[in-house]
């Protein structure tokens, strides 16, 4: 998937919960007290259930309709089903459009710049455009390491891609 916008930072790990959602959060709520916008994309090679069977919008999707959104005060959700692949794209970078970065919960062969999880230097083999690494274990790599809600990582992605530096609150 190639989504348009020029700052996009993957977050990735080997293995289910090593703590990518949790970072991701703790970047997003750090970079929303400095005034900044962040967007979250979860990217899955798996198929997963994107309504709940017996909701009126999933009765509407088994029906035809696509896309199917569920629209309240709240908030919104849409689902579309059978999508073309680059129509999704140009969608998903629409809705990116305004946020300052944009924060993709992805694989290690996903294009674009990345913090990784890792314990090891073998957990880093083949993995491109690192930009830096979360461990508890690793010292001395060639990137920048952080332990997991380090304050000086947000400063690190706010200089990296050049963000609005607002001070903190």
């Known amino acids: 998937m190639k989504i348009k916008h020029n700052k996009l930072l993957h977050v990735i790990g080997n293995k289910s919960n ?18 900044l916008t962040v967007g979250f994309l979860k990217h899955s090679l798996h198929n997963h259930p994107l309504d709940k069977p017996g909701t009126d ?22 689902v579309k089903k059978n999508h073309d692949q680059k129509q999704s794209e140009e969608f998903i970078s629409h ?27 073998s957990d880093l083999e083949g993995i491109k455009n690192i930009l830096a690494i979360i461990s508890t274990t690793l010292k001395n790599t060639q990137h920048p390491t952080f332990s997991h809600g ?19 609150v």
């Open 18 to 35: 090593v703590g990518k959602t949790t970072l991701s959060e703790f970047i997003t709520s750090e970079m929303k007290k400095r005034g």
């Open 57 to 78: 919008s999933f009765r509407l999707q088994q029906a035809g309709a696509s896309p199917s959104i569920f629209y309240t005060p709240a908030g919104m959700a849409i």
């Open 95 to 121: 809705i990116f459009a305004d946020c300052d970065l944009v924060l993709i919960e992805s694989n290690r062969s996903a294009d674009g710049q990345k913090i990784v999880f890792a314990e090891s230097e």
């Open 150 to 168: 380090n304050e000086k990582l947000i400063n690190f992605i706010v200089e990296k891609f050049e963000l609005k530096n607002l001070p903190s």
